[in-house]
């Protein structure tokens, strides 16, 4: 059972454009990661979201957590092509006496050319 | 800076061969787990360990074992390989697993089952 999805799968946009991918689910999450992988590497984390309704920017990206806390995007302004990667949403699940597991979304691949 | 080292970084295994994808971090770091990614699935955890000696079942755990005999290592053993275990296999750690900490991944080993 895949708890979170992504939207869009894929995405290819010039230079310059701006975009929105988004992360969904029904189930509540205690914290959101968005993560970028670039090709043959591991996914390196871009930020992490704890609170209902939190924004954070990171340069031109910016993310967003939902007041409930079941789903998030992640906004690019003026997109370069090193943006350019496979970027994916994680979610920890609120847990008691256990550790939390880290459910990853299916993935949006983006492509800016020049 | 060495971080997550996974080895081999490619591996093609004949149908019911084993094998044992090693992983080793240098952070000192007690949570360590295994995923598996394939395409349009995001990433899938298929075991994980919150310290030496504890480890305990993810999402995918068929026809795989691990052991945590030491903080540093974290080895995933396939026991009789099959064509649907190809696949690219990330090894990550992160300081502790309460939710929102950084995880670091290695760098992948690709998997071929033929």
């Known amino acids: 059972t895949q708890l979170l999805e992504q939207s869009p799968q894929f995405l290819s946009i010039q230079e310059g454009e701006n975009l929105t991918v988004y992360c969904n689910s029904s189930s509540v999450f205690s914290s959101l990661q968005w993560y970028r992988q670039e090709p043959g590497e591991g996914p390196v984390l871009l930020v992490t979201v704890v609170t209902g309704g939190e924004v954070k920017k990171l340069k031109r990206l910016t993310f967003q957590f939902g007041d409930a806390r079941k789903d998030s995007s992640l906004h690019i302004t003026a997109a370069q092509p090193g943006d350019t990667g496979l970027y994916l949403c994680a979610g920890a699940r609120i847990n008691t006496g256990t550790a939390s597991k880290l459910t990853f979304g299916t993935g949006t691949r983006l492509q800016v050319t020049l | 800076n060495a971080g997550v080292t996974q080895t081999p970084k490619f591996q093609v295994l004949k149908t019911g061969q084993s094998m044992t994808l090693q992983c080793a971090q240098d952070m000192n770091h007690e949570y360590m787990s295994w995923y598996r990614q394939d395409p349009g699935m995001g990433l899938r955890l298929i075991h994980y360990?919150?310290?030496?000696?504890?480890?305990d079942q993810g999402e995918v755990p068929n026809g795989y074992n691990v052991s945590r005999s030491t903080t540093e290592d974290f080895p995933l053993r396939l026991l009789s390989a099959a064509p649907s275990q190809t696949s690219v296999y990330f090894c990550?750690?992160?300081?502790?697993?309460?939710?929102?900490?950084?995880?670091?991944f290695g760098e992948g080993s690709w998997l071929t089952v033929v």
């Open positions: 990550a750690s992160s300081y502790s697993w309460t939710g929102g900490n950084t995880i670091y």
């Open positions: 360990s919150v310290g030496a000696g504890i480890t």
